[in-house]
Nanobody, 119 residues
C-alpha cells in the first residue's frame, strides 16, 4: 500500500518561504513511470496543481508559480520537498502530495496539511 505524508509548518509569515516535505512509503520515488506532485486547495476554491517531479528528478511547474517554486528530492529518505518563496496570504491552502502514473490521474494522495500565511 502506497502512503504519502505531508509535514511542515502550519503557519508561515508573509514574504517567507513555505516549505513542505512529503514522505513516501510503499513505493520508491525513483520508480520508473511515476510522477510525484504537489497540489493545493485554497478556501472556497478548486484543486490547483503546483508542480511535479519525475522518477529521474526532472521537474515541471505551473507557469504562474514557476518563478518562486522549487521541488527537490531526497532519495535516501524517499522524500520530496516543496519550497514556495515570497509567500502571500493567497498561498493559504491545504497542501497535498500525490503520485501519478505517467499519463494518468493521481492515484495516491496524502491526507493534506493546512498552511496559513499570516503575520
Amino acid at each position: 500500500q502506497v502512503q504519502l505524508q505531508e509535514s511542515g509548518p502550519g503557519f508561515v509569515p508573509p514574504s517567507q518561504t513555505l516549505s513542505l516535505t512529503c514522505t513516501v512509503s510503499g513505493d520508491s520515488i525513483t520508480s520508473r513511470f511515476y510522477y510525484w506532485a504537489w497540489i493545493r486547495q485554497a478556501p472556497g476554491k478548486g484543486l490547483e496543481w503546483i508542480g511535479s517531479v519525475s522518477h529521474s528528478g526532472n521537474t515541471i511547474y505551473k507557469p504562474s508559480l514557476k518563478s518562486r517554486t522549487s521541488i527537490s528530492r531526497d532519495t535516501s529518505k524517499n522524500q520530496f520537498t516543496l519550497q514556495l518563496g515570497s509567500a502571500t496570504p493567497e498561498d493559504t491552502a491545504v497542501y497535498y502530495c500525490t503520485r501519478a502514473p505517467a499519463g494518468d490521474q493521481f492515484d495516491y494522495w496524502g491526507q493534506g496539511t493546512q498552511v496559513t500565511v499570516s503575520s
